[in-house]
């Protein structure tokens, strides 16, 4: 069975996100989708919790028909990006992928694409003119959202 990863923070889902994940999936037979800063308190960077994207997510996905995939908390270290790999790889040894297809967008930030070279890499590129931290702006300054 051909495994793909797809790993982002969701900080909203975006349709950006849905397209990508679309490529994704129509490539493999099972497509998981690790949602990172799953152990985060909310924040101006971090509004949502795990549970909240992952609901987002999962109903934007339904709406795209897209169906092939697992949703999978991954956690932030701070100061361990090698805790961070870590965990990525057991992730992977416990459902078994065998060696993944590691899919994403090579943008300023996402240097963990390449940090997995024994694995490999798909790039996606984007076909949107949208991130979520310009959408995390917009609804905090139009909103006024007081985080607690």
């Known amino acids: 069975m051909k495994s793909g990863i797809f790993i982002g923070r969701f900080q909203p ?13 129509s490539q493999v037979d099972k497509l998981y989708i ?4 799953a152990n985060q308190c909310r924040s101006i960077k ?14 934007k996905l ?5 169906h092939n ?20 790889r057991a992730t992977a040894e416990f459902f078994e992928m065998g060696i993944p297809t590691l899919f994403g967008h090579m943008k300023d930030g996402n240097d963990y694409l ?16 949208i ?9 905090f300054e139009d909103n006024c959202i007081d985080m607690p």
């Open 13 to 25: 889902v975006h349709q950006g996100h849905i397209h990508a994940i679309g490529i994704a999936a």
């Open 131 to 139: 991130n979520a931290t310009q959408i995390r702006d917009k609804m």
């Open 114 to 129: 390449t940090w997995f070279p024994d694995w490999k890499f798909k790039s996606i590129e984007s076909q949107y003119n």
């Open 46 to 59: 971090n509004p949502w919790t795990f549970q909240e994207r992952k609901s987002m997510l999962r109903t």
């Open 34 to 37: 690790f949602i990172g800063s």
């Open 69 to 88: 995939y697992e949703i999978v908390p991954l956690n932030d270290y701070r100061y361990s990006n090698t805790q961070w790999m870590s965990d990525v």
């Open 62 to 66: 339904r709406n795209a028909n897209l």
